[in-house]
């Protein structure tokens, strides 16, 4: 009972590990060598998901947030196109030109990927531990043959493109992942701050105020 119990013990341990463990960082970013017109000043935010419009605009507005946070003027797309389907680049132009912003900013949904983590149970002393060698060792062999811990969990890739809309050109892409997300209200503003603290670093937007 005394060893069953400190694997309990070892198995809620790394569930709440696991639980507490999502996070965003950039796998892959690029930055077009010849853009040299310094920082943007307001930025059209786009998220794209078909599955789930409430998600893409909980995505945007948090996005629209960090980015004024940080001193930078945005306005969520779905402020300024209506409807919940695919639109006419048209539209999508006069939007973007109404609002006067000189950078679009698209964040678009690439895939989930499931995984699976097997981690191997902690052994711990038996009750003979400190008694001689063999105490020691009773506790290590046992521990061999505990069942490890097998855990799944998500992995949400995101392409985040940012365009100069006065040469409709693509200046700065990323990828990003995700791991093991609870929502997107919860997650989206540690994303949003992964996404522009990049853009900083590129000179894209305005550097943090010392």
Same mark, same amino acid.
């Given at each position: 009972? &005394?060893?069953?119990?400190?694997?309990?013990?070892?198995?809620?341990? $790394?569930?709440?590990?696991?639980?507490?463990?999502?996070?965003?960082? *950039?796998?892959?970013?690029? &930055?077009?060598?010849?853009?040299?017109?310094?920082?943007?000043?307001?930025?059209?935010?786009?998220?794209?998901?078909? &599955?789930?419009?409430?998600?893409?605009?909980?995505?945007?507005?948090?996005?629209?947030? &960090?980015?004024? $946070?940080?001193?930078?003027?945005?306005?969520?797309?779905?402020?300024?196109?209506?409807?919940?389907?695919? *639109?006419?680049?048209?539209?999508?132009?006069?939007?973007?030109?109404?609002?006067?912003?000189?950078?679009?900013?698209?964040?678009?949904?690439?895939?989930?990927?499931?995984?699976?983590?097997?981690?191997?149970?902690?052994?711990?002393?038996?009750?003979?531990?400190?008694?001689?060698?063999?105490?020691?060792?009773?506790?290590?062999?046992?521990?061999?043959?505990? $069942?490890?811990?097998?855990?799944?969990?998500?992995?949400?890739?995101?392409?985040?493109?940012?365009?100069?809309?006065?040469?409709?050109?693509?200046?700065?892409?990323?990828?990003?992942?995700?791991?093991?997300?609870?929502?997107?209200?919860?997650?989206?503003?540690?994303?949003?701050?992964?996404?522009?603290?990049?853009?900083?670093?590129?000179?894209?937007?305005? $550097?943090?105020?010392?």
């Amino acid at each position: 009972m &005394r060893k069953h119990g400190k694997l309990i013990v070892h198995v809620l341990a $790394a569930l709440l590990l696991m639980a507490g463990c999502a996070s965003t960082t *950039l796998q892959s970013q690029w &930055r077009d060598p010849g853009y040299a017109g310094g920082p943007f000043k307001k930025v059209f935010v786009i998220g794209l998901s078909a &599955r789930d419009v409430s998600a893409r605009r909980i995505f945007e507005d948090a996005m629209v947030a &960090r980015l004024t $946070a940080a001193g930078v003027q945005a306005v969520p797309e779905w402020q300024h196109l209506p409807g919940d389907g695919p *639109l006419p680049e048209g539209s999508v132009s006069a939007a973007v030109e109404g609002t006067g912003a000189d950078a679009v900013l698209i964040a678009r949904l690439v895939g989930i990927d499931t995984r699976i983590s097997v981690s191997p149970a902690v052994p711990g002393p038996g009750p003979g531990y400190g008694y001689g060698w063999y105490g020691p060792y009773a506790g290590w062999y046992s521990g061999w043959y505990a $069942a490890p811990l097998v855990t799944q969990y998500d992995v949400v890739i995101v392409e985040t493109s940012l365009f100069d809309t006065k040469t409709k050109r693509l200046v700065w892409s990323a990828t990003s992942q995700t791991v093991d997300p609870s929502s997107v209200q919860k997650e989206a503003p540690a994303f949003a701050d992964t996404i522009i603290g990049a853009l900083q670093k590129a000179g894209l937007v305005p $550097a943090p105020k010392s």
